[in-house]
């Protein structure tokens, strides 16, 4: 796993399991997502050729790009907040929201 200096690492593995440090390096992957994201739609809005059966894909990657959005929004305004309670049931919002567009 490759290390940052500090106790970030860049690997798939959180180095600090306190819920702030989650709740961060879920923000960061979700900013990359949503990069990805709108990299992928803006391509696909571009393009000339859109085949039919993939609407469906599009709109649900749209959803997802929506819906994370929304949640990081969300985590970013009460970030500053100290209150593990409700990081805890922003993660688990997060881990729903995955779930449910994987």
Known sequence: MVKKKGSRSIGKIPVRMDSA???????????RTMATLENF??????????????????TRIRRFRDALGAWRRVALKA?????????????????????TYS
């Open 21 to 31: 440090s989650i709740e961060e390096q879920t923000i960061e992957r979700v900013n």
């Open 41 to 58: 739609l803006s391509r696909w809005d571009a393009s000339r050729d859109r085949p039919n059966g993939m609407f469906p894909e599009i």
């Open 79 to 99: 970030k500053r907040k100290d209150d593990d309670e409700n990081r805890i049931r922003r993660l688990r919002d997060f881990v729903l929201i995955c779930r």
